[in-house]
């Protein structure tokens, strides 16, 4: 499914994700702190039960985790909606569903209004937009092509992330690269991480919303048990 979809659209598609990730974005408010919709950063793993209709999918994700299914997204019905806790609080959002073309594209031109594509990523490879200059003078003239390719290879191999982050293009120029453009942002600034995969001849598109920085952060200021060694 993937090597078709690559050969039909990846190109077409690589060239609006670069041009719309160079405009500038809606600015972020700062107090919001919400991963998707009304979910919030840190909610409690209480609030997510039966009564919810939420189910325990912590044996299928790996980790600590509550899942509802059939969600209604961009006008797409998702398969499942993952929310995915540390400490039983909320850290991330995840929607998955089986692939298909028009939620992919719908997706990635959705997230374009309000968030800048700053990688993408497949197996150990990556390509990082704000290291390669995209959208400031002097940049990599060619990086349209090389997202292309970039694209067309990591569809092909059934293995592709575009990693998008809610601040606005022309306030990304000023980090060296994309990774310290994420984690150097405001700390309620979201992640968007759109892969698709594809496993045992069935193909995924999956969407999460995070906080990285403020992840990051709260790690840091965990209490460590004192112990003698």
Not at 37 to 48: H, Q
Not at 62 to 86: P, W
Not at 122 to 148: F, H, Q, T, W
Not at 174 to 193: H, L, Q, W, Y
Request: neutral net charge.
């Amino acid at each position: 499914m993937l090597n078709h979809f690559s050969r039909r659209w990846a190109r077409p598609l690589a060239c609006a994700v670069l041009l719309a990730s160079c405009a500038l974005a809606m600015e972020v408010k700062a107090a919001d702190t919400a991963l998707f919709r009304d979910l919030r950063y840190d909610a409690p793993i209480s609030a997510f039960g039966t009564q919810q209709g939420y189910y325990d999918c912590s044996a299928e994700v790996g980790s600590v985790a509550r899942c509802v299914d059939r969600v209604k997204f961009l006008g797409h019905e998702f398969d499942t909606q993952i929310l995915m806790f540390i400490g039983n609080r909320l850290r991330s959002v995840q929607l998955a569903t089986a692939f298909k073309p028009e939620p992919y594209t719908t997706l990635i031109k959705a997230l374009m209004q309000d968030f800048t594509l700053v990688m993408l990523q497949s197996g150990d490879g990556r390509l990082d937009l704000i290291e390669a200059g995209a959208g400031r003078p002097g940049g990599d003239g060619k990086l349209g092509a090389r997202v292309a390719e970039f694209e067309s290879i990591g569809l092909n191999k059934g293995e592709l992330t575009y990693v998008f982050v809610e601040q606005p293009a022309g306030a990304l120029k000023a980090f060296p690269n994309g990774v310290e453009a994420i984690m150097k942002s405001p700390p309620t600034t979201r992640e968007a991480d759109v892969a698709v995969r594809e496993k045992d001849n069935e193909a995924w598109l999956s969407v999460m919303f995070s906080l990285p920085r403020r992840a990051m952060e709260d790690l840091r200021n965990t209490p460590v048990p004192k112990e003698k060694f």
